[in-house]
């Protein structure tokens, strides 16, 4: 939903968090990714609290019009797609690394939330063992991941987090995984509470979802930060509104942290130059691209190096423990 109302403040919005009415503008901009819909499109802040969020919140069956068929996770044109080797030992790292979060939980059934194209879930179940159950979830899946994930014994699961979620068994799973989902979700909120009702007590959910405050954030906050991703991020959070989401949904905070950043470096200084993320060009800007070896080391290596030093980057993530 584009803007019929250009004031830069209002008392017709609606914060998850706090409940309040009251904003002020963050950021107004148009789609400078895929041209998705005429805008501007605002992201506001709560003048309570400082949640921000898109306001106006589009309606539900608008949602799907926004991501595009040249959408980075389904366009190889797009400088943003990954896959071949480099993705592949991604991804192994990723399920190691998931691994090693939730040493000492028992974990017997895995769902991820929000994965599309089952590769991800796949080297998860990998590297906790082919007795894990593991299920997919989300709003639909090509033929084609259907059939590989019963070649490997994933089990695929259609629904919504937010509204359709009851064919998950409550109370039935050990881990479930949300990454780079929350802030796509209209209610984050529901989402949270729901997935608390299908943990097993003790539980985990992981998640990681931008954070506004790394340096990248800083520089191209007024407009170009890749992190706004105008207008498909509906929600965008710090470390302390993530927290306190997920403790008013029950959970206790296991783990939180940051994580290295590289798509929202390379997605801003392609916003600041006016390069669009359906397909690279002939501009001397296109080595700015996911798979582009060296720059994409240079820019995770920056991140992790800030992070040691305790400062944050504009990846963060949560893990939160059902304890009941």
């Known amino acids: 939903m584009s803007l019929t109302n250009l004031s830069d403040s209002g008392t017709d919005g609606h914060c998850i968090l706090c409940s309040s009415t009251a904003w002020t503008l963050v950021v107004r901009a148009e789609d400078m990714e895929y041209s998705c819909k005429p805008g501007p499109f605002d992201l506001v802040a709560c003048v309570r609290c400082g949640h921000v969020y898109k306001h106006p919140m589009p309606p539900a069956e608008e949602v799907p019009s926004l991501y595009p068929n040249t959408y980075y996770t389904v366009n190889k ?111 984050p909120g529901v989402a949270v509470r729901n997935v608390f009702r299908k943990l097993r007590a003790g539980g985990v959910v992981i998640i990681d979802t931008p954070n506004r405050g790394g340096l990248d954030y800083w520089i191209w906050k007024k407009k170009f930060w890749g992190g706004y991703h105008i207008p498909r991020h509906f929600h965008l959070f710090t470390l302390h509104s993530l927290t306190q989401l997920m403790k008013d949904a029950g959970f206790h905070i296991y783990d939180q942290g940051y994580l290295p950043s590289l798509g929202f470096w390379v997605m801003s200084l392609r916003n600041q130059l006016g390069l669009n993320s359906a397909q690279r060009g002939k501009s001397i800007w296109e080595f700015l691209y996911f798979k582009n070896i060296p720059l994409s080391v240079g820019f995770i290596l920056f991140d992790w190096i800030r992070i040691k030093l305790g400062f944050q980057s504009s990846n963060q993530f949560i893990i939160g423990q059902k304890r009941v």
């Not at 939730?102 to 089952?118: H, K, P, Q």
């Not at 259907?146 to 937010?162: C, F, L």
């Open 77 to 187: 044109r797009s400088p943003l797609y990954l896959d071949g080797a480099l993705y592949e030992r991604k991804l192994v790292k990723d399920a190691a690394k998931l691994r090693k979060q939730t040493r000492g939980l028992n974990i017997r059934s895995i769902v991820d939330i929000g994965g599309g194209d089952i590769q991800r879930l796949i080297k998860v179940k990998e590297a906790f063992g082919r007795d894990v159950e593991a299920i997919a979830f989300d709003l639909q899946f090509e033929q084609e991941w259907i059939d590989k994930a019963q070649s490997h014994g994933v089990r695929v699961v259609v629904g919504n987090v937010e509204t359709d979620i009851e064919s998950l068994q409550d109370n039935g799973h050990d881990l479930i995984v949300m990454r780079q989902l929350l802030e796509h979700l209209r209610d």
